[in-house]
Nanobody, 126 residues
Framework: QVQLVESGGGKVQAGGSLRLSCAAS????????MGWFRQAPEKERECVSS????????YYADSVKGRFTISRDNAKNTVYLQMNSLKPEDTAVYYC???????????????????WGQGTQVTVSS
């Protein structure tokens, strides 16, 4: 089992940047593919980005390609999401999640992830 704690959210103006971090407990962080998801009010939770166990493969939603970058540091048990050129439509609660299924390098559906953090609010004003 792994526990996840997000940090780095906040309020920023459009065009600004934020860096989210997700710290994982336990010694098995490198055995999990990791994902960042977001959920805006009255919208479904969606995958923003995901990264494979070794960090060699990544996925980005079309809406964030070229603006967001996911990375991980397995020595620090942490996954990051660098968010640049933020837009008001990026406003949401952002969650990190862990996928323990070894059959897949990385996935992007909510139900495919086993463990979730509590979320961190990101608010982008115009």
């Amino acid at each position: 089992q792994v526990q996840l704690v997000e940090s780095g959210g906040g309020k920023v103006q459009a065009g600004g940047s934020l860096r989210l971090s997700c710290a994982a407990s336990g010694r098995t962080f490198s055995t999990y593919a990791m994902g960042w998801f977001r959920q805006a009010p009255e919208k479904e939770r969606e995958c923003v980005s995901s990264i494979s166990r070794g960090g060699g493969s990544t996925y980005y939603a079309d809406s964030v390609k070229g603006r967001f970058t996911i990375s991980r540091d397995n020595a620090k048990n942490t996954v990051y999401l660098q968010m640049n050129s933020l837009k008001p439509e990026d406003t949401a609660v952002y969650y990190c999640a862990a996928d323990g299924n070894f059959a897949y390098a990385l996935r992007y559906r909510v139900h495919e992830y086993d463990y979730w953090g509590q979320g961190t609010q990101v608010t982008v004003s115009s």
